[in-house]
């Protein structure tokens, strides 16, 4: 059930945001949940562009979430 937390979390909180035909990116890191077939796939069929971080190293880039890329 571990491998699956990613892939539901795309499904639930993700999937919902994303609108046709946009190109997404997202941010993760190499946790085993989001390196399943089911993830990947769901990302190549809604233009989504994942960009993988080593484990525990997106604390790092939290940061920028407040100071950045906060409107």
Known sequence: MNDKIGFLLLIEVFEPEIQ?????????????????????????????????FSSHSTDLHQLLDVGYLNP
């Open 20 to 52: 046709s035909g946009q190109h997404c990116l997202l941010i993760i890191d190499s946790h085993s949940s989001y390196l399943i077939v089911e993830f990947i796939e769901f990302c190549f069929n809604y233009n989504t562009y994942i960009l993988c």
